[in-house]
């Protein structure tokens, strides 16, 4: 059974819930949805005879961080989803294996449960990487995918094959240091230093180009979780189980599989992950097709909403049509 979604907590704008054009954090019509004993966070935007889109959002964000793409995306054609990731938003922060494999496994439960049909997955950084993940794990539930853009620290290093297995007692030490390490950092103080104290603010101004201290919005979008009393939690988890991915789980190994159709967004002064990177997954998967947007950081969909859903939206056209009535098992 589907959850019902239900009005956002602000008077709701005209039409279908519609943002206005400067952004609304707001956006759509919110709802829970429970999978595994979690309560996860989601909204939609647009008419249900409209074709699916779920954006997916990057580290320390939520849903809301699209704030200025669903209604133009929406008023294009799309029902446009938005999720909180386990962990991030207003979604639970539990202390389980917080990885793109887990994030993929939430992504596929809910396009069968919630969504009920298989949609395109736009995602923001981090966000990017769980629906790439998405796509290879569970191809029947994803059309295409598009990463705004691609991070991983895999995709720094050189090209090649599957690396050479570990002796088993080399695996248990990493797993070991990793675990001792994230233990160890003061976490409890660091959070709530970084959270209440303009840190937080240059933190932020590092993922744009230009000027965003002041937008109190963005700030609070970014904070009001990492304030939570799981945050600290989720956040160790979370930096255990990503350091300690398996091979097949990294972006080299993930773009090796892809099957469907998928587009680079980067942003021409990305400081997070630069450029470079952008070249780096060409050299393994060459023909994708990369949008390098100007004026604009780590966050595009946000610093330069009308060049991004301009990028998206020409990409989207061009997509292969699929019979949405053959639908996948669930």
């Known amino acids: 059974m589907r959850a019902k979604p239900q009005p956002a907590k602000r008077a709701p704008t005209s039409g279908h819930g519609s943002a206005s054009d400067s952004g609304d954090a707001d956006w759509g019509r919110h709802s829970r949805w429970m999978w595994r004993g979690q309560s996860c966070h989601w909204r939609v935007l647009g008419e249900p005879s409209h074709p699916p889109l779920l954006l997916v959002h990057g580290f320390g964000a939520a849903s809301g961080h699209w704030r200025r793409n669903a209604a133009a995306l929406a008023a294009a054609g799309w029902q446009v ?5 386990i962990g991030f938003g207003a979604s639970s922060q539990p202390a389980l294996r917080l990885d793109n494999r887990l994030w993929a496994r939430q992504l596929q439960a809910f396009l069968a449960e919630v969504v009920g049909k298989p949609a395109v997955l736009v995602g923001h950084s981090l966000g990017g990487l769980v629906a790439l993940s998405c796509a290879v794990f569970f191809p029947a539930w994803v059309r295409a995918v598009a990463a705004v853009p691609l991070p991983d620290p895999t995709l720094l290093s050189a090209p090649q094959a599957r690396p050479p297995r570990r002796a088993p007692w080399r695996r248990r030490l990493k797993r070991w240091l990793v675990i001792a390490l994230c233990r160890l950092l003061p976490l409890e103080l660091l959070v709530p230093l970084l959270t209440n104290s303009p840190l937080l603010d240059l933190g932020i101004q590092s993922a744009y180009a230009s000027p965003v201290i002041g937008d109190g919005e963005l700030r609070r979008l970014i904070a009001r979780p990492a304030r939570r009393p799981g945050a600290v939690r989720a956040l160790r988890a979370m930096s255990i189980a990503m350091a300690l991915r398996p091979h097949g789980a990294t972006a080299p190994a993930l773009l090796g599989r892809l099957r469907q159709p998928m587009l680079l967004l980067w942003g021409q002064r990305d400081q997070l992950v630069p450029v470079r990177v952008a070249v780096q997954v060409l050299s393994l998967r060459p023909g994708l097709p990369l949008e390098v947007l100007e004026h604009c950081g780590h966050c595009p969909h946000d610093e330069t909403p009308d060049q991004f859903n301009g990028a998206l939206l ?17």
């Open 81 to 85: 989803y938005g999720i909180d990731l």
């Open 314 to 330: 020409g990409w989207l056209g061009r997509l292969p049509a699929v019979d949405l009535s053959q639908l996948p098992e669930r």
